[in-house]
């Protein structure tokens, strides 16, 4: 009980306190930036570990999330849209909307729980309280590169995304509703507009900065032994996942005006 409580702990005086670290910690972090160049290994590290690891869950989550969207587009088409509009709908959902915000739910999962745990350890053994003893900047070392990856590897592993759950929604078109290839295909490339791809793109970067930040951010201010670490972890999932979603909300309606 005394647990949940702790995750779910937003009362406001905790939530004043946390957003003014959460804001030093970004601060410190984007200051950090200007050692780009002598980070390049760690940063290139945590690119493999958040993108290259992560192709598969990517894949098996894209395919299925594309043949689902085909299905249940076709079901609402029925007897209202003709169904060669089906490719340009499921493409439009697909670039805007489920490739970007369904790869960094599945990210924050993935990552943010990882890095809240990795630095979460570190901090209840005491490890980057050693680094800081030695006059060693552990935002440098430990969150700049992480939170670069994620800015980085989050829009990489949209695209792929975006690639496989369309070619998960015109197998299910041709196979299971019976669409032709090549309706499908056009009807994509009829509504197909440049800025929607970099939109989703553009929303995918945020989403990257955000688990990475939230990762870091908990796993920093863990406290209490393995326990604390569990609690972290879920913290860090927790508020990544909802932080994706308003800031989804938030770019949508700065990048598409009506």
Not at 59 to 76: L, R
């Amino acid at each position: 009980m005394e647990e949940t409580q702790q995750i779910i702990d937003i009362r406001p005086s905790t939530l004043i306190k946390g957003v003014g670290r959460l804001f030093i910690l970004f601060s410190r972090t984007i200051a950090s930036i200007r050692f780009l160049f002598s980070s390049i290994g760690l940063i290139l590290n945590q690119m493999y570990y958040i993108g290259v690891k992560s192709i598969w869950l990517i894949a098996i989550t894209s395919i299925f999330t594309g043949g689902v969207s085909a299905w249940q587009a076709a079901y609402q088409f029925k007897d209202y849209v003709p169904i060669r509009y089906l490719g340009g709908a499921v493409g439009k959902a697909v670039l805007i909307e489920l490739a970007p915000v369904l790869t960094a739910l599945v990210i924050a999962g993935r990552v943010g729980a990882g890095i809240a745990a990795e630095l979460g350890s570190m901090k209840v053994t005491e490890q980057i309280d050693a680094m800081e003893s030695m006059a060693v900047d552990p935002v440098r070392y430990l969150v700049m590169p992480r939170f670069l990856a994620g800015l980085i590897m989050l829009p990489v592993l949209t695209i792929l995304a975006d690639f496989i759950a369309m070619m998960g929604a015109m197998i299910v078109a041709v196979n299971l509703v019976g669409m032709p290839t090549e309706t499908f295909i056009n009807g994509f490339e009829q509504f197909f507009v440049l800025s929607d791809f970099t939109s989703g793109l553009i929303k995918a970067a945020g989403f990257g900065a955000i688990i990475s930040i939230m990762g870091c951010y908990h796993g920093f201010n863990t406290t209490g032994g393995a326990q604390g670490v569990g609690i972290s972890t879920t913290q860090a999932v927790v508020s990544a996942a909802v932080l994706v979603l308003v800031a989804d909300y938030v770019m949508a309606t700065l990048l598409f005006q009506l």
